[in-house]
Nanobody, 120 residues
Framework: QVQLVESGGGLVQAGGSLRLSCAAS????????MGWYRQAPGNQRELVAT???????NYADSVLGRFTISRENAKNTVYLQMNSLKPEDTAVYYC??????????????WGPGTQVTVSS
């Protein structure tokens, strides 16, 4: 059983910073892509940032230059450093990981989500 556990959400004023963490545990052969998505009330879940196991990162235009995604492969952990936060960044943030059970079989897993609230 694979589990993703997120931490680091909370309430912050506009212009502030938060750092999210997500650790994967369980029967893991390897993890290819990891990423963060978010969903605000009334909106669809959207991509925030992803990172491959070789460190190649991709960002949504709305967070480019403010957020930084990174990972520690040895710890099966992905981070999201969020700076210059805006009220429109308020959402539930979800961790996603492409978990490989064997070299050929994999499936995506989601964390339960962590709330980020940015006050104006």
């Amino acid at each position: 059983q694979v589990q993703l556990v997120e931490s680091g959400g909370g309430l912050v004023q506009a212009g502030g910073s938060l750092r999210l963490s997500c650790a994967a545990s369980g029967s893991i052969f390897s993890i290819r892509a990891m990423g963060w998505y978010r969903q605000a009330p009334g909106n669809q879940r959207e991509l925030v940032a992803t990172i491959t196991n070789t460190g190649s990162a991709n960002y949504a235009d709305s967070v480019l230059g403010r957020f930084t995604i990174s990972r520690e492969n040895a710890k099966n952990t992905v981070y999201l450093q969020m700076n210059s936060l805006k009220p429109e960044d308020t959402a539930v943030y979800y961790c996603n990981a492409e978990i490989h059970y064997t070299s050929a079989y994999y499936r995506p897993h989601w964390g339960p989500g962590t709330q980020v609230t940015v006050s104006s």
